[in-house]
């Protein structure tokens, strides 16, 4: 069982090495932005209704 626990831990680092390096932080953090935008004016409407 040790060799195959050893294989997959470099095939799980590999994939998370390959999706960390596709990702775009600058993208990420837009989205987030636009995300929390979206939420504000739901809470706003939520609000103003009650």
């Known amino acids: 069982m ?3 626990d050893r294989l ?7 994939l998370n090495d ?3 390096k596709a990702e ?3 993208k ?3 989205q987030a ?3 929390m935008q979206e939420d504000l004016v739901q809470l706003r409407q ?3 209704r009650s």
């Open 2 to 4: 040790g060799l195959f």
């Open 8 to 14: 997959s831990r470099v095939v799980r680092a590999n």
């Open 18 to 20: 390959m999706v960390s």
């Open 24 to 26: 775009d932080p600058e």
């Open 28 to 30: 990420i953090l837009d």
């Open 33 to 35: 932005i636009v995300d």
């Open 46 to 48: 939520a609000v103003a």
